[in-house]
């Protein structure tokens, strides 16, 4: 329940959010409250967020540049790492400093926010729940292969639905710990089993980029936009209110536990690129294309290590790939619930944070949009038009994030001390230019097809 909701004196109704036009943001006395200092048992949000954005192709992504170009790009994960921190605290501030969620902001901008986020959401959300499922499937049709995968793969819908339909926060939170926790302990596992050179890994800090190959800059952007999300960014600030953190004087915790969050993402991301470099560089081995190629390094890992590390780093794969399942059911139905709520109001009245729960039709109706429908895509070649729609519009997204976060950090609608500044208007500037520039990148990718 929002602040706003409590001062209203209503109870909240999932189906119809209450909206008290006396409120408007936080009092002097909420904005001035003395800041609770954050814990190590303070995480929460943030682990949801890294969770969730880390999943199958950002593994299969970091593991081909290592094999490709050994530690020469390990520079653009820790710029990757920076990014995210950046956008994630910009998202959780205006959060925290307006009491509106991220979509309300965007219809502050206008209402041609909602016409680019809305076809988005849903083409993202019908080609993503399909990948998904299917990505979740290929560890354990390895380790089970006597089932077929597509069994797998519309189980781990059905479950992920189940799981997020009780619309219980701190449940789904539990379980992306226990997941991101798999996840990091696997994977540093068989990073430490390569025996991996220090100094070389210190060496591929420092920036620079291999000669004499046209594919290099695609690696780098690659690296620094794939380290933990998309549009699951934006849902940070709707996984704050879940958790409860959603006055100013959580802004501590809040950054504590984005920061904290995202670096061990970035531990992980490197532990990755790691066994890219030491069990398919070394060897001169390269990967399948495609959530497959973590399969490639199971059977490298079982014929270097044996068969036990093997399934080691199988479970992990299925701990990542679940956790990205599991987050995106909960954070992106949140995001589309307060969509679809919201974008016919009047933006005037789109003052406080009254969006709908995961309980609400629209909630409901895109828990099911992403299971159900997308199962269909399982059976079938995935159509090109929606993937050239979905790479199109997903190539938008993050610069469409990072710009609208200029704006909305420096509104006169922020409390002053909690705009932006020099240093997060330069750094948040720079975040900008280089998603344009991958978004440029993934665009062209993307409409490749219609090119021959």
Same mark, same amino acid.
């Given at each position: 329940?929002s !602040?706003?909701?409590?001062?209203a004196?209503?109870?909240?109704?999932?189906?119809?959010?209450?909206?008290?036009?006396?409120?408007?943001g936080?009092?002097?006395?909420? *904005?001035?409250?003395t800041p609770?200092?954050?814990?190590?048992?303070?995480?929460?949000p943030?682990?949801?967020?890294?969770?969730?954005?880390?999943?199958?192709? @950002?593994?299969?992504? #970091? *593991?081909?540049?290592?094999?490709?170009?050994?530690?020469?790009?390990?520079?653009?994960v820790?710029?990757g790492?920076?990014?995210?921190?950046?956008?994630?605290?910009?998202v959780?501030?205006?959060y925290?400093?307006?009491?509106k969620t991220? %979509?309300?902001g965007?219809?502050?901008?206008?209402?041609?926010?909602?016409? /680019?986020f809305?076809? /988005?959401?849903?083409?993202?959300?019908?080609?993503?729940?399909? #990948?998904?499922?299917?990505?979740?499937?290929?560890?354990?049709?390895a380790? %089970?292969?006597g089932v077929d995968s597509?069994?797998?793969?519309?189980?781990a819908?059905?479950?992920?639905?189940? =799981?997020v339909?009780?619309n219980?926060y701190?449940?789904?939170?539990?379980?992306?710990t226990?997941l991101? $926790?798999?996840? %990091?302990?696997?994977?540093?596992?068989?990073?430490?089993?390569?025996?991996p050179? =220090?100094?070389?890994? *210190?060496?591929g800090?420092?920036?620079?980029?291999?000669g004499n190959?046209?594919?290099?800059?695609?690696?780098?952007?690659?690296?620094?936009?794939?380290v933990?999300g998309?549009?699951?960014?934006?849902?940070?600030?709707?996984?704050?209110?879940?958790?409860?953190?959603?006055?100013?004087? /959580?802004?501590?915790?809040?950054?504590?536990?984005?920061?904290?969050?995202?670096?061990?993402?970035g531990?992980?991301?490197?532990?990755t690129?790691?066994m890219?470099?030491?069990?398919?560089?070394? &060897? $001169?081995l390269?990967?399948?294309?495609?959530d497959?190629?973590?399969l490639d390094v199971?059977?490298?890992?079982?014929?270097?290590?044996?068969?036990?590390y093997?399934?080691?780093?199988?479970v992990?794969f %299925?701990?990542?790939?679940?956790?990205? *399942?599991? $987050?995106?059911?909960?954070?992106?139905?949140?995001?589309?619930?307060?969509?679809?709520?919201?974008?016919?109001?009047?933006a005037?009245?789109? @003052?406080?944070?009254?969006a709908?729960?995961l309980?609400?039709?629209p909630?409901?109706?895109?828990?099911l949009? +992403?299971t159900?429908?997308?199962?269909s895509?399982?059976f079938?070649?995935?159509?090109i038009? +929606?993937? +050239?729609l979905y790479?199109t519009?997903?190539?938008?997204?993050?610069?469409?994030? &990072?710009?609208?976060?200029?704006?909305?950090?420096?509104?006169? !609608?922020v409390?002053?001390?909690?705009r932006?500044?020099?240093l997060r208007?330069a750094?948040?500037?720079?975040?900008?230019?280089?998603?344009?520039?991958?978004?440029v990148?993934?665009?062209?990718?993307?409409?490749?097809?219609?090119?021959?």
């Amino acid at each position: 329940m929002s !602040h706003t909701t409590a001062a209203a004196g209503h109870a909240p109704d999932p189906r119809h959010p209450v909206h008290n036009p006396a409120v408007v943001g936080f009092t002097e006395a909420e *904005l001035n409250e003395t800041p609770i200092r954050p814990k190590w048992n303070s995480l929460g949000p943030g682990i949801v967020a890294a969770a969730t954005g880390v999943g199958a192709a @950002d593994l299969v992504a #970091t *593991l081909t540049a290592g094999s490709r170009y050994g530690y020469m790009l390990l520079w653009a994960v820790v710029l990757g790492v920076i990014f995210k921190i950046v956008l994630v605290e910009g998202v959780g501030r205006y959060y925290l400093s307006t009491g509106k969620t991220i %979509f309300q902001g965007w219809r502050s901008l206008g209402s041609w926010t909602s016409w /680019y986020f809305g076809p /988005y959401i849903l083409i993202w959300g019908f080609v993503y729940g399909a #990948t998904a499922m299917s990505s979740t499937a290929l560890p354990l049709a390895a380790l %089970f292969p006597g089932v077929d995968s597509k069994v797998f793969a519309i189980g781990a819908g059905l479950v992920g639905l189940g =799981l997020v339909w009780l619309n219980k926060y701190r449940l789904i939170e539990t379980i992306m710990t226990v997941l991101i $926790g798999i996840m %990091f302990v696997t994977v540093l596992l068989s990073a430490a089993l390569t025996a991996p050179n =220090l100094g070389e890994i *210190l060496s591929g800090l420092v920036p620079r980029l291999p000669g004499n190959d046209p594919d290099a800059m695609f690696y780098v952007l690659g690296l620094a936009g794939g380290v933990g999300g998309t549009i699951t960014l934006g849902a940070y600030g709707y996984w704050l209110r879940e958790k409860g953190w959603n006055v100013p004087r /959580y802004m501590r915790v809040m950054k504590f536990d984005n920061a904290t969050s995202y670096i061990l993402t970035g531990i992980f991301v490197i532990a990755t690129m790691i066994m890219g470099v030491e069990l398919l560089h070394s &060897a $001169g081995l390269a990967i399948s294309k495609g959530d497959a190629g973590l399969l490639d390094v199971g059977n490298v890992l079982a014929e270097r290590y044996g068969e036990t590390y093997s399934v080691v780093f199988l479970v992990g794969f %299925f701990a990542a790939s679940f956790s990205s *399942l599991l $987050g995106v059911w909960h954070g992106v139905s949140l995001m589309f619930a307060d969509f679809w709520t919201n974008f016919r109001r009047p933006a005037a009245e789109i @003052d406080q944070d009254d969006a709908p729960s995961l309980a609400s039709k629209p909630g409901r109706f895109f828990l099911l949009w +992403l299971t159900i429908l997308p199962m269909s895509l399982l059976f079938l070649d995935r159509p090109i038009f +929606l993937i +050239l729609l979905y790479g199109t519009l997903g190539a938008l997204f993050m610069p469409f994030l &990072a710009i609208t976060l200029l704006f909305l950090n420096n509104a006169r !609608h922020v409390p002053p001390q909690f705009r932006n500044g020099w240093l997060r208007n330069a750094l948040l500037g720079l975040t900008a230019l280089v998603f344009v520039a991958i978004g440029v990148n993934e665009l062209v990718k993307a409409l490749q097809p219609l090119f021959g």
